[in-house]
């Protein structure tokens, strides 16, 4: 007898997931990672360096749940813009069958990624976020507001740097005509880094950069730093006195952090060790504090784990219903 797959496209995927759920399915995710009841094997890293291109290949399974998960997820940055697509497969956790190929080009990886900072925005943000700082104009310029308008909504004031001074003013059009964002906030383009995060409540770094950009005496006290763009040992967006000067220093995991994140410069550094920071998890979980006065300085290092990416699938299977196209293999 012959196993039935779904095979679900990007419009499918785009009619089920939302970044409020997301956010929440991912911080259930964490709290599960490091509550010790998630599997999570090492992330593949593949280039292709002829094309600028770069594979990563993460998996992930919740224990209980019905489903574990496979997804690969490429960019390719030798084109304007860069070419990212993706996809993840999707397994019955009691029989190891395939259940669904989600053919979503890359949207579950931009959804989830921007739900993790949404989650750390929930946990380590100020109360009362004003200014916001983006040092990217990538997809995650766009979903890093997405999710921070879910966990701090009303903030007023959004500047932008990028290298590329055309991109970051395409960024800033695109962020002004997002449904999700607040309608009052004013989006503008910075010239420099230290500009663009002057006074800013908020500072999110989502870049490919190979050194630091972002360095502790341009923020300001009581600040969050979420930076997302070192996913691999060879990126670095903050210099590591950023880290090392954090009151509250956390990472998506701290095993991954200190391979491939921000946490492996700091620590190579030996300005941090891997016991001064706090998973994200550990805080969802309610097993270390957030956040806990306005005075505080939070940075979060964000690699990206395979469990926000069994979350995202999760979603989409219970809501998809009947959506796609059934094959027997």
Known sequence: MGTTVRILREADIRAVLDMASCIDACERAFAAYSSGRAELPDVIHLDVPEHR????????????????ALKVASGFYATDPPAVDGMVVVFDAATGAPAAFLLDHGFITDLRTGAAGGVAARHLAPDLVRRV?????????????????????????????????????????????????PEAC???????????????????TCTASREPL??????????????????????????????????????DSRAQCARIGELHHALDAGVVKREDTVELGEIA?????????????????????????????????????????????
């Not at 291109?53 to 574990?68: D, F, M, N, Q, S």
């Not at 004013?186 to 999110?204: K, N, S």
């Not at 956040?291 to 219970?318: H, I, K, N, Y």
Request: charged share 20%; net charge negative; aromatic share 4%.
């Open 133 to 181: 700082s983006v040092i990217g104009t990538g997809a995650q310029a766009r979903y890093q507001m997405d999710a921070l308008a879910v966990a701090r909504p009303g903030f007023g004031e959004v500047r932008v740097w990028g290298r590329n001074a055309d991109h970051a003013a395409r960024c800033v059009a695109d962020l002004r005509d997002r449904p999700s964002l």
């Open 53 to 68: 291109g770069e594979i990563h290949v993460k998996a992930g399974h919740l224990h209980g749940e019905p489903y574990y």
């Open 186 to 204: 004013t989006y503008d383009v910075a010239a420099t880094v230290e500009e663009a995060v002057d006074g800013a409540d908020v500072v999110v």
């Open 214 to 251: 972002l360095r502790r005496e341009w923020l300001s006290p009581g600040a969050h730093v979420t930076a997302l763009g070192s996913d691999g040992a060879d990126k670095q967006e903050l210099d590591p006195g950023v880290l090392a000067s954090a009151d509250l220093l956390v990472v």
């Open 285 to 329: 979980a309610g097993t270390e504090p957030g956040r806990t006065s306005p005075e505080q300085f939070t940075a979060c290092d964000l690699t990206g784990v395979g469990v926000q990416d069994v979350a995202a699938a999760a979603l989409v299977m219970t809501r998809a219903g009947q959506a796609g196209e059934a094959v027997e293999l």
